[in-house]
Protein backbone atom coordinates (compact mmCIF):
# COMPACT_ATOMS: atom_id res chain seq x y z
CA UNK A 1 0.00 0.00 0.00
CA UNK A 2 1.38 3.78 -1.19
CA UNK A 3 1.13 4.60 2.84
CA UNK A 4 2.01 8.58 3.91
CA UNK A 5 5.21 8.77 5.68
CA UNK A 6 6.54 11.43 7.15
CA UNK A 7 10.21 10.54 7.20
CA UNK A 8 9.62 10.36 3.06
CA UNK A 9 8.59 14.32 2.95
CA UNK A 10 11.72 16.41 2.63
CA UNK A 11 10.92 20.20 3.11
CA UNK A 12 13.23 21.95 5.01
CA UNK A 13 11.92 24.34 7.76
CA UNK A 14 8.40 22.84 8.12
CA UNK A 15 6.98 20.73 10.46
CA UNK A 16 5.67 17.50 8.95
CA UNK A 17 2.84 15.12 10.58
CA UNK A 18 1.40 12.47 9.13
CA UNK A 19 -2.16 10.98 10.61
CA UNK A 20 -4.18 8.48 10.08
CA UNK A 21 -7.36 9.52 10.72
CA UNK A 22 -8.72 13.18 11.61
CA UNK A 23 -11.82 15.16 11.02
CA UNK A 24 -9.76 17.92 8.85
CA UNK A 25 -6.47 18.85 8.48
CA UNK A 26 -7.75 22.43 8.12
CA UNK A 27 -9.80 22.44 11.09
CA UNK A 28 -6.89 20.85 13.32
CA UNK A 29 -4.36 23.36 11.62
CA UNK A 30 -6.68 26.65 12.72
CA UNK A 31 -6.88 25.49 16.19
CA UNK A 32 -2.75 25.84 16.49
CA UNK A 33 -1.97 28.43 15.18
CA UNK A 34 1.82 27.93 15.23
CA UNK A 35 4.45 30.66 14.00
CA UNK A 36 6.44 28.75 11.80
CA UNK A 37 5.08 26.42 8.84
CA UNK A 38 3.59 23.67 9.40
CA UNK A 39 2.02 20.31 7.44
CA UNK A 40 -0.24 18.47 8.41
CA UNK A 41 -1.28 15.14 6.18
CA UNK A 42 -4.18 12.38 6.91
CA UNK A 43 -4.63 9.15 5.61
CA UNK A 44 -8.30 9.88 5.65
CA UNK A 45 -10.16 12.48 6.73
CA UNK A 46 -14.08 12.25 8.17
CA UNK A 47 -14.87 15.26 7.94
CA UNK A 48 -13.10 17.03 5.34
CA UNK A 49 -14.64 20.68 3.42
CA UNK A 50 -14.69 21.86 0.65
CA UNK A 51 -15.81 25.39 -0.29
CA UNK A 52 -19.26 26.86 1.24
CA UNK A 53 -19.37 23.64 3.59
CA UNK A 54 -19.57 20.86 0.74
CA UNK A 55 -17.86 17.47 1.87
CA UNK A 56 -14.93 16.32 0.56
CA UNK A 57 -14.86 12.74 0.24
CA UNK A 58 -11.21 11.12 0.52
CA UNK A 59 -10.93 7.41 0.39
CA UNK A 60 -8.71 6.03 2.80
CA UNK A 61 -5.01 5.46 0.94
CA UNK A 62 -6.49 6.59 -2.14
CA UNK A 63 -5.72 10.31 -2.81
CA UNK A 64 -4.00 13.11 -0.96
CA UNK A 65 -5.37 15.63 1.92
CA UNK A 66 -3.37 17.96 3.63
CA UNK A 67 -3.15 20.98 4.91
CA UNK A 68 0.20 23.87 5.22
CA UNK A 69 -0.37 26.44 7.51
CA UNK A 70 1.81 29.18 7.81
CA UNK A 71 2.06 32.94 8.43
CA UNK A 72 1.32 35.19 5.08
CA UNK A 73 2.26 39.32 5.36
CA UNK A 74 -0.26 40.90 3.05
CA UNK A 75 -2.53 43.35 3.60
CA UNK A 76 -5.70 41.41 4.48
CA UNK A 77 -7.93 42.47 1.63
CA UNK A 78 -5.64 40.82 -0.44
CA UNK A 79 -5.94 37.34 0.95
CA UNK A 80 -9.10 35.93 -0.93
CA UNK A 81 -5.87 35.69 -3.86
CA UNK A 82 -4.46 32.87 -1.84
CA UNK A 83 -6.55 30.25 -3.34
CA UNK A 84 -5.29 31.64 -6.97
CA UNK A 85 -2.02 31.45 -5.66
CA UNK A 86 -2.28 27.71 -4.22
CA UNK A 87 -3.77 26.66 -7.77
CA UNK A 88 -0.79 27.50 -9.88
CA UNK A 89 1.22 26.43 -7.21
CA UNK A 90 -0.36 23.17 -7.22
CA UNK A 91 -0.65 23.29 -10.83
CA UNK A 92 2.88 24.25 -11.29
CA UNK A 93 3.90 20.62 -9.23
CA UNK A 94 1.49 18.27 -10.56
CA UNK A 95 2.90 18.90 -14.42
CA UNK A 96 5.93 18.50 -13.36
CA UNK A 97 5.18 15.49 -12.07
CA UNK A 98 3.73 14.44 -15.61
CA UNK A 99 0.16 15.59 -15.09
CA UNK A 100 0.77 17.81 -18.19
CA UNK A 101 -2.86 18.64 -18.55
CA UNK A 102 -2.98 20.17 -15.67
CA UNK A 103 -5.47 23.41 -15.38
CA UNK A 104 -7.37 25.38 -13.05
CA UNK A 105 -11.37 26.26 -12.77
CA UNK A 106 -11.57 28.96 -10.90
CA UNK A 107 -11.82 29.52 -8.26
CA UNK A 108 -10.50 26.61 -6.59
CA UNK A 109 -10.70 23.54 -8.47
CA UNK A 110 -7.88 21.76 -10.04
CA UNK A 111 -8.99 19.97 -13.42
CA UNK A 112 -7.92 17.66 -16.39
CA UNK A 113 -9.60 17.48 -19.41
CA UNK A 114 -13.12 19.11 -17.58
CA UNK A 115 -12.53 16.27 -14.55
CA UNK A 116 -12.47 17.76 -11.16
CA UNK A 117 -8.47 16.52 -9.83
CA UNK A 118 -8.43 18.12 -6.81
CA UNK A 119 -9.40 20.71 -4.71
CA UNK A 120 -8.22 23.99 -2.33
CA UNK A 121 -9.75 25.78 0.52
CA UNK A 122 -7.78 28.38 2.27
CA UNK A 123 -8.67 29.59 5.64
CA UNK A 124 -7.29 32.51 7.33
CA UNK A 125 -6.86 34.54 10.72
CA UNK A 126 -6.45 37.70 11.11
CA UNK A 127 -2.65 37.57 12.93
CA UNK A 128 -0.79 40.90 13.25
CA UNK A 129 0.79 42.69 10.38
CA UNK A 130 -0.74 39.73 7.93
CA UNK A 131 -2.56 36.63 8.87
CA UNK A 132 -2.31 32.88 9.64
CA UNK A 133 -3.29 30.78 6.64
CA UNK A 134 -4.26 27.60 6.50
CA UNK A 135 -4.26 25.87 2.65
CA UNK A 136 -6.29 22.75 2.38
CA UNK A 137 -5.44 20.44 -0.63
CA UNK A 138 -6.83 17.64 -1.95
CA UNK A 139 -5.66 15.54 -4.89
CA UNK A 140 -7.74 12.37 -6.13
CA UNK A 141 -4.47 9.82 -6.95
CA UNK A 142 -5.38 6.22 -7.00
CA UNK A 143 -8.73 5.71 -9.18
CA UNK A 144 -11.50 4.17 -6.91
CA UNK A 145 -14.14 3.65 -9.26
CA UNK A 146 -16.92 4.02 -6.87
CA UNK A 147 -15.64 7.85 -6.34
CA UNK A 148 -17.48 9.15 -9.50
CA UNK A 149 -21.04 7.70 -8.06
CA UNK A 150 -20.70 9.28 -4.95
CA UNK A 151 -19.51 12.65 -5.86
CA UNK A 152 -21.33 12.30 -9.42
CA UNK A 153 -19.57 13.79 -11.62
CA UNK A 154 -16.09 12.83 -13.73
CA UNK A 155 -12.72 12.93 -11.56
CA UNK A 156 -9.49 12.68 -12.93
CA UNK A 157 -6.56 10.76 -11.31
CA UNK A 158 -2.64 11.55 -10.69
CA UNK A 159 -2.37 7.86 -11.74
CA UNK A 160 -3.91 7.93 -15.11
CA UNK A 161 -1.04 10.64 -16.01
CA UNK A 162 2.10 9.27 -14.00
CA UNK A 163 3.17 7.30 -11.29
CA UNK A 164 4.15 8.58 -8.50
CA UNK A 165 3.84 7.82 -4.37
CA UNK A 166 1.86 10.15 -2.78
CA UNK A 167 4.56 11.28 -0.52
CA UNK A 168 6.22 12.58 -3.33
CA UNK A 169 3.22 14.57 -4.56
CA UNK A 170 2.90 15.99 -1.22
CA UNK A 171 6.28 16.98 -1.14
CA UNK A 172 6.46 18.18 -4.70
CA UNK A 173 2.48 20.17 -4.14
CA UNK A 174 3.80 21.60 -0.50
CA UNK A 175 6.94 22.90 -1.83
CA UNK A 176 5.67 24.52 -4.93
CA UNK A 177 3.47 26.17 -2.74
CA UNK A 178 5.91 27.45 -0.16
CA UNK A 179 7.86 29.34 -2.68
CA UNK A 180 4.17 30.77 -4.19
CA UNK A 181 3.94 31.91 -0.80
CA UNK A 182 7.18 33.99 -1.27
CA UNK A 183 6.31 35.26 -4.10
CA UNK A 184 2.37 36.49 -2.87
CA UNK A 185 4.27 37.88 -0.37
CA UNK A 186 6.57 39.70 -2.53
CA UNK A 187 4.92 40.98 -5.19
CA UNK A 188 1.13 40.22 -4.45
CA UNK A 189 -1.22 38.27 -6.94
CA UNK A 190 0.36 39.96 -10.00
CA UNK A 191 3.29 37.24 -9.15
CA UNK A 192 1.06 34.27 -10.42
CA UNK A 193 -1.60 36.79 -12.46
CA UNK A 194 -0.13 35.53 -16.16
CA UNK A 195 0.56 31.85 -15.12
CA UNK A 196 -2.83 31.51 -13.38
CA UNK A 197 -4.49 33.47 -16.93
CA UNK A 198 -2.27 30.78 -18.68
CA UNK A 199 -3.60 27.77 -16.90
CA UNK A 200 -7.29 28.61 -16.71
CA UNK A 201 -9.21 25.65 -18.17
CA UNK A 202 -11.85 28.00 -19.63
CA UNK A 203 -10.04 31.45 -20.73
CA UNK A 204 -12.11 32.50 -23.42
CA UNK A 205 -15.02 30.52 -23.21
CA UNK A 206 -18.32 31.35 -22.34
CA UNK A 207 -19.35 30.68 -18.78
CA UNK A 208 -22.75 30.73 -16.51
CA UNK A 209 -21.92 31.74 -13.46
CA UNK A 210 -23.49 31.31 -10.24
CA UNK A 211 -23.40 33.94 -7.74
CA UNK A 212 -23.19 33.57 -3.88
CA UNK A 213 -27.15 34.95 -3.95
CA UNK A 214 -28.52 32.71 -6.40
CA UNK A 215 -28.43 35.23 -9.62
CA UNK A 216 -27.10 33.72 -12.95
CA UNK A 217 -24.58 36.00 -15.56
CA UNK A 218 -23.54 34.46 -18.42
CA UNK A 219 -20.43 36.24 -20.90
CA UNK A 220 -17.13 35.62 -21.87
CA UNK A 221 -13.94 34.91 -19.30
CA UNK A 222 -11.48 37.52 -19.33
CA UNK A 223 -8.78 36.54 -17.06
CA UNK A 224 -8.44 38.39 -13.87
CA UNK A 225 -9.56 41.42 -11.46
CA UNK A 226 -8.08 42.86 -8.52
CA UNK A 227 -7.54 40.45 -5.74
CA UNK A 228 -8.60 37.39 -7.54
CA UNK A 229 -12.22 38.53 -8.96
CA UNK A 230 -13.28 36.55 -12.23
CA UNK A 231 -13.66 39.41 -15.13
CA UNK A 232 -16.77 37.88 -17.47
CA UNK A 233 -17.57 40.08 -20.36
CA UNK A 234 -21.00 40.81 -20.32
CA UNK A 235 -23.21 42.39 -22.84
CA UNK A 236 -23.77 45.54 -20.08
CA UNK A 237 -19.81 45.30 -19.76
CA UNK A 238 -17.06 43.90 -17.66
CA UNK A 239 -18.48 42.43 -14.32
CA UNK A 240 -16.36 41.02 -11.56
CA UNK A 241 -17.27 38.08 -9.61
CA UNK A 242 -15.77 37.63 -6.47
CA UNK A 243 -18.03 34.75 -4.82
CA UNK A 244 -19.43 32.33 -6.90
CA UNK A 245 -19.72 28.99 -8.90
CA UNK A 246 -19.40 28.16 -12.61
CA UNK A 247 -22.40 26.09 -13.75
CA UNK A 248 -21.17 25.56 -17.63
CA UNK A 249 -18.90 26.31 -20.09
CA UNK A 250 -18.49 26.23 -23.56
CA UNK A 251 -16.44 27.41 -26.89
CA UNK A 252 -17.42 31.08 -27.71
Keep these: MDRLDAAQISLPGVEIQVVERCPSTNTALLKRNSDGPTLLAAEEQTAGRGRRGRRWHSPAGAGVTFSLAARVRRPLREMPALSLVAGVAASRALRSLGVAGAALKWPNDL ?30 CHRVPQLEAKVGRELAFV ?53 ADGRVITGIASGLGENGALQIKTRQGLRAVTSGRVVSARAA
Excluded: P
Excluded at 120 to 137: F, K, P, Q, S
Excluded at 162 to 183: D, K, Y
Excluded at 186 to 197: K, P, T, Y
Design 159 to 211: DDHARVSRNGVIQEVAGALLHGLREFESRGLDAVRADWEAMHAHAGQRLRVRL
Design 111 to 140: VVDGAKLGGILVETRANGAGCHAVIGIGIN
